[in-house]
Structure formats: C-alpha cells, structure tokens
C-alpha cells in the first residue's frame, strides 16, 4: 500500500513554503511598525489621503471606512469601499499613508477596468472550489489505486486555478503599490524620506503575496509529483 502525504520527502516543498510565508509576515510586521512611528511631514491621518486620492482620481462612488484588526486594509469591489484598520485609519504615519494610498490604489485599478483585476475576478469562482477541493479530491484520488488517476489528475487541475489565482495577484498587488507611491509624490503629500519609507512598506507587503504565491507553486509542484509517482506505480 502507498501512503501518500503522510511519509513522503516531497513535504520538504510545502515546509519551504510555509517558512517564506512565516518570514515574509514577520518582514511586514516590523517594517510596518517601524515606519508607524514616523510621523508624516504634512499631519495628513491615512483617512483624509484616501479620500483625496480618490477624489482627485475623479473616483466618486468610493466610501473609506474603519474597520477592525492590524494589517485587516483592503479595497471591497462589491460595496465600492476602502476598508482602513485601526493603525491606518486615523494614524499620521508614514507607514499608514503608503498603506491608505496602496488600498485606493485597487479602487483606480477597479475604477479604469485594469485587466489583471478583471482576470483575478473571473478565475475567482475556480480559485475558491481549487483551494477548497483540489487537495481532498487529489487525496482520494490517490487512495482510489488505479482508477483514482483520472480523480487524482482533476484535483490537480482545480488545484492549478488556486494557484493561477496566486499568481494574478502579483501584478495587482505591485501595480497598485505603483499607483499609491507615484499619487503620493504628485500630489506632494510625502517628501523624498518619507517616500522611500512608504516604499518599504510597500514593498514588505508585496512581499507576503510572493511567497504566498510561491507556497502554492511549491504544493502543486508537490501534488504533481506524488499523482505522478502514483501513476508510474500502475
Ligand atoms: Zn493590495
């Protein structure tokens, strides 16, 4: 009998995944906070950036609100909101700043049809069944023996859609952090330093969404290997 994912030596590629990731949140967490402790030059608080960011985006129908958490910031396509946490929202820091401007940043992208964004949303309904389903189904694919090859291979596929998902988000996540820092020079709300910092935070931020991406590759380089193996065994 064949044990898949219990005693195999590729688990080693989903350990070096969930270091990268374990790494890549730990590398935010202090940058952010670091750079929450540096005021910004104008007093501007992460809330009255996002509403003149979008307002000078001709970006209207955008609401910014509270909400809960550390590090919780994001932009809702569905209620056209931009959602700043508790150390954002009022804050004056730098780190806030970059942050609010980043979020309003995925609302110009939503704003002027930005076609990453639009791919990311199609394969959003595939993404969510292969990051729920593709892994059991691979499973017992796998436990099925000979005829569970077929049943293994669409586990992997629908697995493949999650990490296609992954992957999209790349561009997004850069291109908004692009659109955030150049908005915030422009409008001549941070100075060259404060900038830099801003940039940072970024940066760490995109960072946790590359190894994330990159956990996934690893686990369905993974899941290939093993359905492969169990298919050399037939
Ligand atoms: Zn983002």
Request: include cysteine; proline fraction near 3%; charge should be positive.
């Amino acid at each position: 009998m064949y044990y898949p994912f219990y005693y195999d030596s590729t688990y080693i590629l989903v350990l070096i995944g969930a270091v990268l990731s374990m790494l890549a949140s730990a590398h935010v967490q202090s940058t952010f906070n670091k750079y929450s402790k540096v005021r910004s030059r104008l007093g501007y608080a992460g809330k009255d950036v996002a509403q003149r960011m979008l307002q000078m985006n001709g970006i209207n129908d955008v609401t910014v609100r509270h909400t809960p958490g550390n590090l919780s910031d994001n932009y809702n396509p569905m209620s056209h909101t931009v959602n700043l946490s508790d150390t954002v929202y009022d804050s004056v820091s730098v780190a806030a700043l970059g942050v609010a401007a980043h979020e309003c940043g995925h609302a110009m992208q939503h704003h002027n049809g930005y076609l990453p964004l639009s791919i990311r949303a199609a394969i959003l309904p595939a993404a969510n069944l292969g990051s729920k389903l593709g892994l059991p189904i691979c499973i017992i694919g796998l436990f099925m023996g000979r005829m569970g090859t077929t049943v293994a291979t669409i586990g992997l596929w629908l697995f493949a859609f999650a990490v296609l998902f992954q992957i999209v988000t790349l561009p997004v996540e850069f291109n908004a952090s692009h659109r955030a820092v150049l908005w915030l020079e422009q409008a001549g709300i941070l100075d060259d330093q404060e900038l830099k910092a801003a940039r940072a935070v970024l940066t760490a931020a995109a960072l946790t969404y590359v190894a994330a991406a990159a956990a996934s590759v690893l686990q369905l380089l993974r899941l290939f290997l093993i359905v492969s193996g169990g298919r050399r065994r037939d």
